[in-house]
């Protein structure tokens, strides 16, 4: 097996009325949340598939069940934790993490500080080694018209 390894992730989910909006292991104030089986925070699912696809072993769903009781409402920061576990299994260390952001709303300026230590801890890493930008994109598609949040991933590894 390679001394590094990367791996690339993505989630979306909807936001609807009636949900908590957390990006990152972070709520934000916001009138709308994601939609999921867990708090839907994609900023750590996306990660979290980096995470995994950097040493083969899958993604979310295949570790995390959207089916299974035990991931109801959990959340995603402490699945992050679960995965650097999982990952350290197989001699790997978290070098670092880079994640693109794709939301018209809220502004998450004012939280990317916050998230990028929230990460961080999870991953066992330094802020530092945590990047985290947003985009918007540019009123164009279901993100355009609001009625989602993206992200990407990448990670690399290293033993």
Do not use: Q, W
């Amino acid at each position: 097996m390679n001394k590094f390894r990367i791996g690339h992730g993505y989630d979306i989910h909807r936001l609807v009325p009636g949900r908590r909006l957390v990006l990152g292991g972070v709520e934000i104030p916001f009138n709308l949340g994601l939609d999921g089986h867990s708090d839907a925070d994609v900023v750590s699912h996306a990660i979290i598939d980096a995470l995994l696809g950097a040493v083969s072993l899958g993604d979310i769903g295949f570790h995390f069940p959207d089916d299974d009781p035990a991931y109801k409402g959990a959340e995603s920061i402490e699945l992050l934790k679960k995965t650097r576990a999982i990952v350290g299994e197989k001699s790997f260390a978290v070098g670092n993490i880079d994640v693109t952001i794709i939301a018209e709303n809220p502004k998450l300026a004012p939280y990317i500080k916050e998230m990028k230590c929230r990460v961080a801890e999870a991953a066992g890493i330094s802020p530092g080694d945590v990047s985290i930008k947003a985009t918007t994109n540019e009123k164009m598609g279901t993100i355009g018209r609001g009625e989602g949040i993206a992200a990407f991933s990448v990670a690399l590894l290293y033993k």
